[in-house]
């Protein structure tokens, strides 16, 4: 399989898209429980999200693509978050430019996090791969509690992260863009999934599978078919970001995703 040239201008859209997934999220969040005080800001080309305190989804996207960091503009990043109480996390792609890393520990930041992002080409063999195994289908409104119960269960094991899981129900199927999928086996919803559109690239994400349902294709399934309605969307490159050498990971390689870099996460205590 042909792969995208690793550069600048892939990295652009691929922070573009993930930023873009996580705006429209956290833009749907603050509609539908306005009390959280979701928002978000681009800040000098650094989009800055807020869900709340220590959500996954607060932290900033594409520091150093659209332009080289300053110190005037991690100020400003660092008061938005201040002023809500939460920790300055910034997930930096290692292509950005004028490398930001000597600017973020001069101002205290430490790392805390590696993401694997990973992307491979969308073409006409997506369209025509058969959908063996779990069925698919897309949720709507109605069937978002049973989703977001069965991606939460497939969490169990990460009790911490379960609580936010459950939430997505309320708030992915309001989400511009995303697009719930749900694998089926024995009745109920086996395997949850994400799929989050932006300028032609296909964010594959959220990919849990209960305990019950594992090691029977749920993911591979789930895999087939978002990529099958990224074709018809007419996107041309998918990407999945992943822990290093997690399940996850490995499931992505399968389906014929590659490492394009990998960030690393840098964090700043609320009160620094």
Aim: proline fraction near 6%; charge should be negative.
């Amino acid at each position: 399989m042909t792969f995208p040239v690793i550069d600048h201008r892939l990295a652009v859209r691929l922070e573009r898209a993930e930023g873009m997934a996580n705006a429209r999220f956290v833009e749907a969040r603050a509609a539908v429980d306005p009390a959280r005080g979701a928002e978000w800001r681009d800040i000098d080309g650094i989009w800055a999200m807020f869900d709340g305190v220590g959500s996954p989804l607060t932290q900033t996207f594409g520091l150093g693509i659209a332009r080289p960091a300053t110190a005037e503009a991690l100020e400003a990043v660092e008061a938005f978050y201040r002023e809500r109480g939460s920790p300055v996390d910034q997930e930096i792609s290692p292509l950005a430019l004028d490398d930001p890393l000597p600017l973020l520990v001069g101002r205290g930041y430490a790392p805390i996090e590696l993401t694997d992002v990973m992307v491979r080409l969308i073409g006409p063999d997506d369209a025509a791969s058969p959908l063996d195994g779990m069925p698919v289908d897309r949720i709507d409104r109605g069937d978002a509690d049973a989703w977001a119960d069965a991606a939460a269960d497939g969490w169990s094991e990460t009790p911490a992260v379960v609580p936010f899981v459950r939430e997505l129900g309320a708030v992915y199927p309001r989400t511009a863009g995303a697009h719930c999928f749900a694998a089926r086996a024995d009745g109920t919803i086996a395997g949850a999934g994400v799929l989050c559109l932006h300028d032609g690239m296909a964010l594959l994400g959220g990919a849990s599978t209960r305990p019950a349902f594992r090691r029977r294709g749920a993911q591979t399934a789930l895999f087939a078919a978002r990529l099958r309605a990224a074709h018809a969307a007419g996107c041309d490159l998918a990407m999945v970001c992943a822990r290093p050498g997690s399940d996850s990971h490995r499931n992505a390689e399968r389906r014929g995703f590659r490492v394009a870099y990998t960030r690393i996460k840098w964090q700043r205590g609320a009160a620094a």
